[in-house]
């Protein structure tokens, strides 16, 4: 049974940092596509980095040089490094998982199977 359950979620001020896990159980962890997707309140949830099994990631726009998606396959974790946070970054982040790395939709809800809890983050100004 595939379980994803995240950490290291809080409230900062604008321009601080976090580092969200993600761990990982129940299946092999090394061969799946890996996800960080959030939900602000009232807003629909959104990709926000992808990694594969490779190591190849994407990331949007909006966080494209301020957040790094990471992994450890030894402790089965997947990490989300934000730093410079803005009051939009204020949201649930949620770990994703699946089989099959998409590619050019690996941002898409759709592309992954397996979902954890999330974390919640709030950045304030």
């Known amino acids: 049974q595939v379980q994803l359950v995240e950490s290291g979620g809080g409230s900062v001020h604008s321009g601080g940092s976090l580092r969200l896990s993600c761990a990982a159980s129940?299946?092999?962890?090394?061969?799946?596509?890996m996800g960080w997707f959030r939900q602000a309140p009232g807003k629909e949830r959104e990709g926000v980095a992808a990694?594969?099994?490779?190591?190849?990631?994407r990331y949007a726009d909006s966080v494209k040089g301020r957040f790094t998606i990471s992994q450890e396959n030894a402790k089965n974790t997947l990490y989300l490094q934000m730093n410079s946070l803005k009051p939009e970054d204020t949201a649930m982040y949620y770990c994703?998982?699946?089989?099959?790395?998409?590619?050019?939709?690996?941002?898409?809800?759709?592309?992954?199977?397996?979902w954890g809890q999330g974390t919640q983050v709030t950045v304030s100004s």
């Open positions: 994703a998982a699946d089989p099959k790395y998409r590619a050019w939709w690996a941002l898409l809800l759709t592309s992954y199977t397996f």
């Open positions: 129940g299946y092999t962890y090394s061969s799946y596509a």
């Open positions: 990694i594969n099994s490779d190591g190849i990631q």
